[in-house]
C-alpha cells in the first residue's frame, strides 16, 4: 500500500486527467470480474440473485477499507466513483435481465 500511496501521490501532482484517467482504468480493472461472474446469461445474473450483486460489492469496499485505507487521496472520491460505476453496470445488466424476463 506504501508504493501505491507514493504512485497516487505522483499521479495527483501530475494533474487532475491524470488522476481521472487513473482512476478510469483502476475502477475499470476492480469492476471487471463484476462483469464476468454478473454478465447477463450467466446463472448469477438471474433477478432473484441480485442482492448477490450488492454483496459483491459490499465485500469490494470492506477490502478496500480493510487493505488500503489511506492509499488514495481523498479528494479523488474513489469510493463515490467506484459506486456509481458499479450502479450504472448493475442498472445496465438489471435492465437487461428485465426485458428479457
Same mark, same amino acid.
Given at each position: 500500500?506504501?508504493?501505491? %500511496?507514493? &504512485?497516487?501521490?505522483?499521479?495527483?501532482?501530475?494533474?487532475?486527467? &491524470?488522476? *481521472? %484517467?487513473?482512476?478510469?482504468?483502476?475502477?475499470?480493472? =476492480?469492476?471487471? *470480474?463484476?462483469? !464476468? *461472474?454478473?454478465?447477463?446469461?450467466? &446463472?448469477? %445474473?438471474? #433477478?432473484?440473485?441480485?442482492?448477490?450483486?450488492?454483496?459483491?460489492? !459490499? !465485500?469490494? =469496499?470492506?477490502?478496500?477499507?480493510?487493505?488500503?485505507?489511506?492509499?488514495?487521496?481523498?479528494?479523488?472520491?474513489?469510493?463515490?466513483?467506484? &459506486?456509481?460505476?458499479?450502479?450504472?453496470?448493475?442498472?445496465?445488466? #438489471?435492465?437487461?435481465? =428485465?426485458?428479457?424476463?
Amino acid at each position: 500500500p506504501d508504493n501505491m %500511496a507514493h &504512485a497516487c501521490a505522483v499521479i495527483d501532482a501530475v494533474g487532475p486527467e &491524470a488522476s *481521472k %484517467a487513473f482512476m478510469h482504468n483502476f475502477i475499470q480493472n =476492480l469492476l471487471e *470480474k463484476y462483469q !464476468r *461472474k454478473f454478465h447477463h446469461g450467466e &446463472a448469477s %445474473a438471474q #433477478l432473484m440473485n441480485t442482492n448477490d450483486r450488492y454483496q459483491w460489492f !459490499r !465485500r469490494l =469496499l470492506q477490502c478496500m477499507n480493510d487493505n488500503c485505507p489511506d492509499v488514495f487521496p481523498t479528494d479523488w472520491c474513489l469510493p463515490q466513483e467506484l &459506486a456509481v460505476e458499479f450502479c450504472l453496470l448493475t442498472n445496465q445488466e #438489471l435492465t437487461y435481465q =428485465l426485458q428479457a424476463e
